[in-house]
């Protein structure tokens, strides 16, 4: 008996170290980013609220981002986030709007930031960071199925900033 159960073990130990590994993510699953804007966006000095132009970033890191002031990185982007910029979308919200982008995912991309280019940018509110998940074979998997949608990254636009929320699960 004590026999058999060894060799059951040593049977089923082996068949595990022989499974294969789940396959690396050759093309990471799109990013889906969620923008909403209130109705009061960007107001003007009378209190009418203006489009806003949404520049959406793919970063490595976000330490430079991080000590960058807002000129800096609307303006000369390359130049100060350096190889940490990845990729850069840009598009007009306009106030009251909520839309959704599907951005290719670059695999070195660990944050998505949402930068707005508001009329007076104070503090750090101009922007918002979320991370991205890693890139797993689990994910990549799970984005291939029919149908599959990701849980897009929710940001929220209200006056001169700008708002992580999360991602959005369930639609």
Known sequence: MRGALVLAASVWLSACA?????????EPPPIAVLLEASERLNPDDRGNSLSTIVQVLQLKDIRRLEAAEFQDVWQRSKEVLEDDLIASDELTLQPGQSLTRQLARDPKATYVVVLGVFRKPAGQVWRSILRLPEVTPELCAAAKKPGAQPPPLHFYLE????????RVEGR
Do not use: L
């Open 159 to 166: 006056d001169y900033r700008v708002e992580a929320r999360g």
């Open 18 to 26: 022989t499974a294969k590994p789940a396959e690396p993510c050759k």
